[in-house]
């Protein structure tokens, strides 16, 4: 009976022995895992995961979505051009700038207070 307790004991040390290499080698990997530049290195692979993943997106809804795109970047360069724009369109028509409804629009150098 002895004999047998012995083996069982001897066993149970082997199975322990294994179980701790099993935990202190996964402790070595977490500890070299947890390093800043680990973790600093693993944060950059995700925002860049992140980022790759968000331009493909942006670029998938630009080739579904051309016409409204294009039409509202159309408008805002319009928009942003509005003044030359219209002080072109006044010279060919004969106009005066500060006809055309316009507050700031002279290249006269004026402030725009006429009387």
């Known amino acids: 009976m002895s004999g047998e307790l012995e083996a069982q004991l001897e066993e149970d040390r082997v ?5 701790r290499s099993i935990f202190f080698s996964g402790l070595a ?8 530049s680990a973790l600093g ?17 942006a670029i998938e809804f630009a080739d579904r979505h051309k016409a409204p ?4 970047l159309a408008a805002a360069g319009l928009w942003l051009a509005r003044r030359p724009i219209l002080s072109t369109l ?3 028509t004969g106009k005066r ?3 055309t409804g316009e507050e700031g629009a002279t290249d006269s150098g004026e402030d ?3 009387e």
Request: proline letters at 2%.
């Open 90 to 92: 006044a010279r060919f």
């Open 69 to 72: 795109i294009i039409a509202a």
């Open 41 to 57: 290195q693993r944060v950059a692979d995700r925002i860049g995961a992140r980022a790759d993943e968000a331009s493909d997106a």
């Open 29 to 36: 990997n977490t500890r070299k895992e947890i390093t800043p």
């Open 97 to 99: 700038e500060e006809e």
């Open 15 to 19: 199975l322990r022995d294994a179980a």
């Open 112 to 114: 725009g207070d006429h």
